[in-house]
């Protein structure tokens, strides 16, 4: 399967500031890019779709001013956590799917705690 | 709006097969079945997925009924390492090229030496 890699693994960062997490698809053009997030003893939640070179599509109640995501090549996205507060604290993980390819893989996922 | 059904938790003796059911009774006549599995603190680790046939990979085995409202993964021989949430999915279309995978709560199998 794809490998998938996502940085950084943790981050401990403070109230209001912003934290970037990159998600990298390291031998797999991901076409389509996933970011979920999962909190303690909860499954995961998928927070936006997004396919390179677009806009991400975001699901219902997930505030596309707040969680930035950039998928600018077929390697590459980005969660930006602006203005992060405690409630953000979770475990965020990257998916990645190409075109025509029937499976998904995960990242290893970043475990976010805001103090 | 996951559209399966699994049991909370599961028990399995090592080398035993274990046999995880999923009741998705509302699934439409296009929509396949994934399951994948998360060890903890992990990310979700692809194990199988089918339409209407059986399938069988290196890792389990998928047994889909003829109506297609439930299918069993079967692990033949359960190791210590297979302890994991495991979750079922039906993948949905979302529009133009593009599906998604939701996640349920899964089922705990746990694997006792």
């Known amino acids: 399967g794809a490998v998938v890699s996502q940085h950084p693994s943790w981050v401990i960062c403070k109230s209001g500031t912003s934290v970037k997490i990159e998600c990298r698809s390291l031998d797999f053009q991901a076409t389509t890019m996933f970011w979920y997030r999962q909190f303690p003893k909860q499954s995961l939640m998928l927070m936006a779709t997004s396919n390179e070179g677009s806009k991400a599509t975001y699901e219902q109640g997930v505030e596309k001013d707040k969680f930035l995501i950039n998928h600018a090549s077929l390697t590459l996205s980005t969660l930006t956590v602006t203005s992060a507060h405690p409630e953000d604290s979770s475990f965020y993980i990257c998916?990645?799917?190409?075109?025509?390819?029937?499976?998904?893989?995960f990242g290893p996922g970043t475990r976010l705690t805001v103090l | 709006d996951a559209k399966t059904t699994q049991p909370p938790s599961m028990d399995c003796a090592e080398g035993r097969a274990a046999n995880l059911p999923c009741n998705h009774s509302?699934?439409?006549?296009?929509?396949?079945v994934y399951w994948y599995r998360q060890i903890h603190s992990q990310g979700p680790q692809y194990i199988i997925h089918?339409?209407?046939n059986n399938e069988t990979n290196e890792m389990a085995s998928l047994i889909i009924t003829e109506d297609r409202k439930s299918s069993t993964l079967i692990l033949p021989h359960a190791t210590l390492r297979d302890t994991a949430v495991y979750y079922c999915i039906v993948r949905i279309y979302s529009g133009g090229s593009n599906y998604k995978l939701t996640f349920g709560k899964g089922t705990l199998l746990t694997v006792n030496p």
């Open positions: 089918g339409l209407k």
């Open positions: 509302t699934i439409s006549g296009n929509e396949y």
């Open positions: 998916s990645v799917r190409t075109s025509g390819n029937w499976e998904q893989f």
